[in-house]
């Protein structure tokens, strides 16, 4: 495999044991933020699956913008 055959592979790794860690720690911050407001830890919640998303689009759209 050539490097700009890996590089995307590499990138999306990343993101997913980043973002796997991230889903790890998640419940015990909501139950933190259950604490203070429900609504604070749903919202939480809810960003952060939306930013996993998001991320990934964008990452597709630079990716479909430069031909990878």
Not at 31 to 52: E, H, N, Q, R, T
Request: glycine share 8%; no cysteine.
């Amino acid at each position: 495999m050539q490097n700009k055959e890996k590089s995307p592979a590499i990138a999306a790794a990343i993101i997913l044991v980043v973002a796997g860690l991230g889903f790890f720690v998640l419940p015990s911050i909501m139950l933190k933020l259950g604490d203070i407001s429900p609504w604070l830890a749903a919202a939480f919640g809810v960003i952060f699956v939306l930013g996993f998303f998001l991320l990934f689009w964008l990452r597709a759209r630079y990716q479909r913008k430069r031909g990878l």
